[in-house]
């Protein structure tokens, strides 16, 4: 009997070890960083070697662009809450203060949205046909940027 259970038990982890390896080995690369970013599309889109070596240079030119403007979004943002904080306790608000910062707002949205649409169309000019057809599919939930590219 001692047999039979330390058989089973020694399958049991036998298979569990197989299993957790298994899907540690096939776990997709984390899309958190540029580089993880990258290989997702590689993969997905089924990107040559030449077509991924440009595609990622492309990128990895406009990247410290792109994370400037993303640290001034935050900036902007911090810089809202201040105006909603001082509406909140001075129930008064600097009008012209206020103008000049949507102004500005405006201004960098306007930025990012064109630094973005230039990064996909340099993206989609090296992929084929279907490819581009996908990625623009894959990018669709910026819909101001794929009603653009779509028109």
């Given at each position: 009997m001692k047999r039979v259970l330390f058989t089973l038990v020694l399958g049991l982890i036998?298979?569990?070890g197989s299993h957790l390896a298994y899907?540690?080995?096939?776990?997709?690369?984390?899309?958190?960083?540029?580089?993880g970013q990258l290989a997702w599309m590689k993969t997905e889109l089924k990107l040559s070697d030449s077509q991924f070596a440009r595609i990622?240079?492309?990128?990895?030119?406009?990247?410290?662009?792109?994370?400037?403007?993303?640290?001034?979004v935050a900036q902007m943002q911090t810089e809202f809450g201040e105006f909603?904080?001082?509406?909140?306790?001075?129930?008064?608000?600097?009008?012209?203060?206020?103008?000049?910062?949507?102004?500005?707002?405006?201004?960098?949205?306007?930025?990012?949205?064109?630094s973005t649409r230039q990064l996909v169309l340099a993206s989609a000019e090296v992929m084929t046909p279907d490819q581009r057809l996908r990625y623009i599919r894959l990018v669709a939930t910026a819909e101001?940027?794929?009603?653009?590219?779509?028109n």
């Open positions: 036998a298979g569990l899907y540690r080995y096939h776990e997709p690369a984390s899309t958190d960083t540029l580089e990622k240079d492309l990128h990895h030119a406009s990247h410290p662009r792109l994370q400037a403007m993303a640290a001034q909603e904080r001082t509406r909140r306790t001075t129930d008064r608000v600097d009008f012209l203060e206020f103008a000049r910062f949507v102004e500005i707002r405006r201004n960098l949205n306007r930025e990012c949205l064109d101001p940027l794929v009603g653009s590219l779509l």
